[in-house]
T-cell receptor, first 114, second 112 residues
Framework: DADVTQTPRNRITKTGKRIMLECSQTKGHDRMYWYRQDPGLGLRLIYYSFDVKDINKGEISDGYSVSRQAQAKFSLSLESAIPNQTALYFC?????????????FGPGTRLTVL | LAKTTQPISMDSYEGQEVNITCSHNNIATNDYITWYQQFPSQGPRFIIQGYKTKVTNEVASLFIPADRKSSTLSLPRVSLSDTAVYYCLVGPSGAGSYQLTFGKGTKLSVIP
């Protein structure tokens, strides 16, 4: 969805390096999420944020940190990258809706840690 | 959260109707059933959501029996562009949707 953008789209880094993945959205949604996807597996939730002052850990937050700089921006950091963090990372947004709360995903960032 | 079981993969010829069934035996009273579609190297995209009976939109239909222990996503007359992974998610909608779990999904391959 073009309303959710992620930078960079591809990144190769070395073990021990700090890296930041950025997500921006123009949908005006309050909720933002970070997922990772490994080959043959589903998506796993890393962190989520319901508004600028609210940050919550997901299923697999160890080794990751996030920053919600503004309603439209949600960054994911790997403080010291390791090879098993090689994966496809997705950012998503949703608007509070008591019925559907549909999530809208960005195009993904392919991260390789050597 | 309700655990879901769906086939790992399915093949279909172009023009056929495809039905993907998802089992969710321990679905809770306030759980909704949501399906997403994911193309290679893209993020998942919402297809359809339902609570009971039948829901239809411009893309698919969702059939949910009275006991809600399973659901079937129906794609009419598939084309090559429908080749994707389809995820069945069961859980609270709205405020609780962040708890939804994307499993391995069903990889649909449409054959010319």
């Amino acid at each position: 969805d073009a309303d959710v953008t992620q930078t960079p789209r591809n990144r190769i880094t070395k073990t021990g390096k700090r890296i930041m993945l950025e997500c921006s959205q123009t949908k005006g949604h309050d909720r933002m999420y970070w997922y990772r996807q490994d080959p043959g597996l589903g998506l796993r939730l890393i962190y989520y944020s319901f508004d600028v002052k609210d940050i919550n850990k997901g299923e697999i937050s160890d080794g990751y940190s996030v920053s919600r700089q503004a309603q439209a921006k949600f960054s994911l950091s790997l403080e010291s990258a390791i090879p098993n963090q090689t994966a496809l990372y997705f950012c998503a947004t949703s608007d509070f809706d008591t019925y559907t709360d549909t999530q809208y995903f960005g195009p993904g960032t392919r991260l390789t840690v050597l | 959260l309700a655990k879901t079981t769906q086939p790992i993969s399915m093949d279909s010829y172009e023009g056929q109707e495809v039905n993907i069934t998802c089992s969710h035996n321990n679905i809770a009273t306030n759980d909704y059933i949501t399906w997403y579609q994911q193309f290679p190297s893209q993020g998942p995209r919402f297809i359809i959501q339902g609570y009971k009976t039948k829901v239809t939109n411009e893309v698919a239909s969702l059939f949910i029996p009275a006991d809600r222990k399973s659901s079937t996503l129906s794609l009419p007359r598939v084309s090559l562009s429908d080749t994707a992974v389809y995820y069945c998610l069961v859980g609270p909608s709205g405020a609780g949707s962040y708890q939804l779990t994307f499993g391995k999904g069903t990889k649909l391959s449409v054959i010319p």
